[in-house]
């Protein structure tokens, strides 16, 4: 049972334009969710994070929502830049340290 | 900056080995955790350890065990590889409390093949 789902396994974006990657929870009780980048050949390494007490964290390019009402959770990239592409993740815990991952969504930015 | 190290990037191994993968943290992090990544189902933990010799399964636990004897090393065992075991293996630890406690540090990864 997939308690935190990515549903596109991949997405392309063309250079400069806006990346938005999607994620959905099953588990009422997560109360905190991450995003992870991560590279062909290397571990994945922390983007963004949000609290469940929150609806929006910003980080430069980088923003994250949270709808809680919908149980969904989204990154967005502006502008989206080639070395953005990557493997995304979204990760949720419930009060502790052990983290639920999505499958995945690899992005593609064109030039 | 956190380091996590993993023993191996790249093992090839034959069904019925026993096999080992060590991970070491040098960030002086409390928890620790084992994970299989395969296409289409993204990270999937094996077995987590909150601190030294305590270890507690995650949600793939079958076919693997633990060692955790130093709060920096934690080890993963294969006792009989089979080729469903061919993965990616990733190490991570996090500290306990605090802001960022819920981040995770992982590893490079270990490309487990069993043939």
């Known amino acids: 049972d997939q308690q935190v789902k990515q549903n596109s396994p991949s997405l392309s974006v063309q250079e400069g334009r806006i990346s938005i990657l999607n994620c959905d929870y099953t588990n009422s009780m997560f109360d905190y969710f991450l995003w992870y980048k991560k590279y062909p050949a290397e571990g994945p390494t922390f983007l963004i994070s949000?609290?469940?007490?929150?609806d929006k964290n910003e980080d430069g390019r980088f923003t994250v929502f949270l709808n809680k009402s919908a149980k969904h959770l989204s990154l967005h990239i502006v502008p989206s830049q080639p070395g953005d592409s990557a493997v995304y993740f979204c990760a949720a815990s419930e009060g502790a340290q052990k983290l639920v991952f999505g499958q995945g969504t690899r992005l593609t930015i064109n030039p | 900056d956190v380091k996590v190290t993993q023993s191996s990037r790249y093992l090839v191994k034959r069904t019925g080995e026993k096999v080992f993968l060590e991970c070491v943290q040098d960030m002086d992090h409390e928890n620790m955790f084992w994970y299989r990544q395969d296409p289409g189902l993204g990270l999937r933990l094996i077995y987590f350890s909150y601190d030294v010799k305590m270890k507690e399964k995650g949600d793939i636990p079958e076919g693997y065990s633990v060692s955790r004897e130093k709060k920096e090393r934690f080890s993963l065992i294969l006792e009989s590889a089979s080729t469903n075991q061919t993965s990616m293996y990733l190490c991570?630890?996090?500290?306990?409390?605090?802001?960022?406690?819920?981040?995770?540090?992982f590893g490079p990864g270990t490309r487990l093949t069993v043939t």
């Open positions: 949000i609290s469940s007490i929150k």
């Open positions: 991570a630890s996090s500290l306990t409390g605090g802001l960022h406690s819920y981040e995770q540090y």
